[in-house]
């Protein structure tokens, strides 16, 4: 294999990497949404946590606002839990992408140290061939006097 072909598997790679790269980028923005909104949820459910004590603090029992603010918080909870595998399932996508960015990142490595490797081999071959051509020439011009 040639160092221009292995330049070329270099420069594909270099565009599949940083293709990943945009997907990775993509994918923790996403990650960071779904935090924000379970913060988000987290917050409601505390202020409605918080309204209730109030309620019981005050001793003005409103049965039905209670159940609506109960019925809320077990709606939140369960709201919290099914955004918390949201983000579960979002991070372990993460770990993946990163994995493979990191594998793409040690190919494209891999590539240019044997581009590299193959480039100096070249450039010792043409030594060398020069330098026997320039042994053949003064051989050749010492004969030849």
Do not use: P
């Amino acid at each position: 294999m040639t160092s221009k072909k292995l330049s070329r598997i270099i420069e594909w790679k270099g565009v599949v990497k940083e293709q990943m790269s945009m997907e990775m980028r993509k994918t923790r923005e996403r990650l960071q949404v779904e935090l924000n909104k379970l913060d988000g949820m987290k917050v409601k459910l505390a202020e409605n946590m918080e309204t209730m004590d109030s309620i019981y603090s005050r001793g003005d029992v409103d049965t039905e606002r209670l159940e609506l603010l109960s019925n809320y918080v077990i709606y939140l909870d369960k709201r919290i839990k099914e955004q918390e595998t949201r983000i579960s399932e979002i991070l372990n996508e993460v770990e993946i992408k990163q994995s493979s960015l990191r594998n793409a990142y040690r190919e494209e490595r891999v590539f240019e140290i044997l581009r590299n490797r193959i480039a100096d081999e070249e450039l010792r071959e043409r030594q060398s061939i020069e330098q026997k051509e320039l042994d053949f020439n003064t051989v050749t011009r010492k004969t030849n006097k």
